[in-house]
């Protein structure tokens, strides 16, 4: 073999080896892409679900104060019966 021979076989060999790394990274920039699209899917699950806790929350909140005011309607008229009594 001569040296022409074996320095075109050394550079097919090295351009072989480029092109397998190049077809990885491309490969590795494209689950990069898709992780950054599943990450921003999930920040706005992530951000609706706590816009329903927030939703539910005020509700409860809600449904605290009427309980707190017909327990105290109650407590006034108890007490106000026991005053007539």
Known sequence: MSLIQNLEAKIDSILQ???EKVAEINALKNKVKNLEASNKE???QISSLYEEIAQ???AVESLYGKISSAF?????IKESKQEST
């Open 17 to 19: 080896s480029y092109e």
């Open 56 to 58: 539910r929350d005020k």
């Open 72 to 76: 105290k309607e109650n407590e006034i």
């Open 42 to 44: 999930k920040d706005l």
